[in-house]
């Protein structure tokens, strides 16, 4: 299938690392040019230097974007490659930890700082360009505990809620623009950083090293579901790159999870 992203630019925060830079590769091979975005620009040098194929059209951008100053960093570097974006993926986000009875309210603050301003502060950027083009795509990846939140981390998945209820606004704030704007909510994602701290877990619990078996015994405890395994970081990164087409154009305001069927209602 022709996705059609050639001469089309795409922006991947977070993109120096983990589901980011999948995000970001997959997006250049299927032929757009991708802005790699990482906060430092050790990262990007560490990102850039572990693409493969020198082919593909993948330059780094650097800035903060938890902060104003640090996403105009980004639009600036854009600028002075001469791009424009046409598609904005807001990969970057944190799961960060906590307990109701010990956070604090600055605590909160930062992971919605996180989670969701950093995301419209891009959005805030990119959109008046797509508007002008009359065509556009953002993506923001949120997670399946927007639907289901657990516990724990009750600051993270109200952050998140947050970015995924703004993702239904901002779509129809864009109505008639040529823009579509959707959310992709993945449960657990095979990432290397996963895989250690569940190792990490399974040495304590006395559960199996192995990643096939301890697989199992994550899906068991931890996240169950009809598919009886974790994602793949390609799996979250094909539909990304699906939405961000235009063969995608009537899918619109909507929040799509990636989960293997573990959250069970339609």
């Known amino acids: 299938m022709d996705l059609q992203l050639n001469g089309k630019t795409a922006l991947v925060s977070g993109a120096h690392r983990g589901t ?18 990482a906060f430092t620009q050790q990262q990007a040098d560490e990102a850039m230097a572990d693409v493969a194929d020198a082919v593909m059209n993948i330059v780094p951008v650097v800035g903060d974007i938890l902060t104003d100053e640090g996403a105009q960093q980004v ?17 970057y986000g944190s799961a960060l930890m906590g307990k109701w009875d010990s956070l604090s309210i600055e605590q909160w603050i930062e992971a919605s700082n996180v989670n969701l301003f950093s995301a419209v502060r891009l959005i805030q950027h990119c959109t008046p360009h797509m508007k002008q083009a009359g065509w556009g795509r953002v993506i ?16 993270y998945y109200a952050a998140k809620g947050a970015l995924s209820n703004a993702s239904v606004s901002l779509a129809k704030e864009l109505s008639h623009t040529g823009i579509t704007v959707n959310t992709i909510s993945p449960g657990l994602i095979h990432t290397p950083e996963i895989e250690r701290a569940y190792q ?9 090293m192995d990643w096939e078996r301890l697989q199992d015994k994550i899906v068991e405890h931890d996240f169950p579901n009809p598919t009886g395994r974790l994602a793949t970081r390609e799996e979250v990164a094909d539909l ?19 989960d293997g069927g573990a959250v069970r209602y339609v």
């Open 75 to 91: 639009m600036d570097q854009l600028a002075g490659h001469g791009l424009q974006v046409d598609i904005l993926v807001n990969n």
């Open 240 to 258: 990304v790159v699906f939405l961000a087409s235009p063969r995608a154009g009537f899918i619109n305001g909507q929040n799509i999870r990636v």
């Open 20 to 37: 980011g830079n999948i995000i970001a590769t997959t997006l250049a091979v299927e032929g757009a040019t991708v802005a790699l975005h």
């Open 200 to 208: 990490v877990r399974a040495q304590k619990k006395g559960w199996p």
């Open 140 to 155: 923001n990846l949120s997670t399946m505990g927007d639907h289901q939140p657990n516990a724990i981390m009750p600051h």
